[in-house]
């Protein structure tokens, strides 16, 4: 469960959904890789401001859900993860280097998506309009889409 992280200047609660393809999508998750991808997660989080909330893992591809600080932005999260699981599974399960030929663990994309704690923006939109007397909208990003 997530929590409120205090920090000297700040406290957040920062959620991200990320998920993270094998390399070529092969089917290199066994029972040891599986095993060996929570306990390396579990040291990550130990030495870096990285919380893995929750760990699923599918026949290709594994989601994390993680909560982190301001600080860390999806991409440094994306990125300590990616580099350090890959190169320690490789270290600790030789035989899936031997599937993976290219010399990578990862695809270079991922997904990453931001999770509310306690609602959708629907419901925060009604929480900060309930807040006081009167509710003055003053700005609502309007999505876009661009072609070129």
């Not at 094998?22 to 997660?41: G, P």
């Not at 280097?97 to 990578?104: D, N, V």
């Not at 929480?127 to 006081?132: D, E, K, R, T």
């Amino acid at each position: 469960m997530s929590r409120y992280i205090h920090k000297r200047h700040n406290v957040s609660v920062i959620l991200y959904h990320l998920v993270c393809p094998a390399k070529y999508r092969k089917l290199v998750f066994s029972d040891d890789v599986e095993v060996k991808l929570r306990d390396i997660c579990l040291e990550i989080a130990k030495r870096h401001e990285i919380e893995f909330i929750e760990i699923g893992v599918e026949e290709d591809h594994v989601h994390f859900l993680i909560q982190s600080v301001p600080s860390y932005d999806p991409t440094k999260i994306a990125r300590i993860v990616k580099s350090i699981t890959a190169r320690e599974i490789f270290k600790g399960c030789p035989e899936v280097k031997k599937k993976l030929w290219g010399g990578e663990f990862w695809t270079k994309g991922y997904f990453v998506n931001t999770v509310g704690q306690h609602g959708n923006e629907h419901v925060i939109q009604q929480y900060v309009q309930n807040q006081g007397k009167e509710y003055k909208k003053l700005h609502r990003q309007e999505i876009q889409l661009e072609l070129f």
